[in-house]
């Protein structure tokens, strides 16, 4: 019903609306540029600027003349690309740790770590820190200096800290 409503709102004085839009002034086209309307509407413009582009220029000829253009083989530039995979594969290290039940690896790029070296390298660091400096861990692994230190400054492995009860009655769990 709210159709229909709506329908019959919509049409009221509707032949109204369109008598008075037909009737309305029709818009002027924007005037023309005044090298195009000045012309004298003949094709003897186009005649002038085909015989013009034909014709030697001496200054343009000069400028051109005066470009240099050095190309290089584009087969050459796929071969240089080719070899850049090979070197990088020349630089990988053997895997030092690896954690069971994950992928086997047998070796990893320089500069990268595993998850599980990762772990084994934080932990080492945070067991002995004096023993396991960053400069042990970079040479260990491969890695950058920095990047070692940045690596031991913000990855913390996850500590568990066992707080005694300070009551004697409180409940505790007891290890089975």
Same mark, same amino acid.
């Given at each position: 019903? #709210?159709?229909? +409503?709506?329908?019959?709102?919509?049409?009221?004085? @509707?032949?109204?609306? +369109?008598?008075?839009?037909?009737?309305?002034?029709?818009?002027?086209?924007?005037?023309?540029?005044?090298?195009?309307?000045?012309?004298?509407? #003949? #094709?003897?413009?186009?005649?002038?600027?085909?015989?013009? +582009?034909?014709?030697?220029?001496?200054?343009?000829?000069? @400028?051109?003349?005066?470009?240099?253009?050095?190309?290089?083989?584009?087969?050459?530039?796929?071969?240089?690309?080719?070899?850049?995979?090979?070197?990088?594969?020349?630089?990988?290290?053997?895997?030092?740790?690896?954690?069971?039940?994950?992928?086997?690896?047998?070796?990893?790029?320089?500069?990268? @770590?595993?998850?599980?070296?990762?772990?084994?390298?934080?932990?080492?660091?945070? =067991?002995?820190?004096?023993?396991?400096?960053?400069?042990?861990?970079?040479?260990?692994?491969? @890695?950058?200096?920095?990047?070692?230190?940045?690596?031991?400054?913000?990855? +913390?492995?996850? =500590?568990?800290?066992?707080?005694?009860?300070?009551?004697?009655?409180?409940?505790?769990?007891?290890?089975?």
């Amino acid at each position: 019903m #709210g159709a229909r +409503v709506a329908r019959m709102v919509r049409n009221i004085n @509707l032949e109204n609306r +369109v008598h008075r839009e037909i009737s309305k002034e029709k818009p002027r086209a924007a005037p023309r540029h005044p090298a195009i309307s000045g012309s004298s509407g #003949g #094709g003897g413009d186009a005649a002038d600027t085909a015989g013009s +582009v034909h014709q030697k220029n001496d200054p343009l000829l000069k @400028l051109l003349k005066s470009v240099y253009v050095e190309s290089k083989d584009p087969a050459a530039a796929a071969q240089a690309s080719r070899e850049v995979p090979a070197v990088k594969e020349a630089a990988r290290r053997p895997l030092r740790y690896s954690l069971p039940g994950l992928v086997e690896l047998t070796d990893v790029p320089k500069g990268k @770590l595993t998850i599980a070296e990762a772990l084994k390298a934080l932990s080492s660091h945070q =067991q002995q820190p004096h023993a396991w400096t960053s400069e042990k861990i970079s040479q260990e692994y491969s @890695l950058d200096l920095k990047d070692t230190k940045a690596l031991l400054q913000f990855f +913390v492995p996850f =500590q568990v800290e066992i707080i005694p009860p300070t009551t004697a009655n409180a409940k505790q769990i007891k290890a089975s």
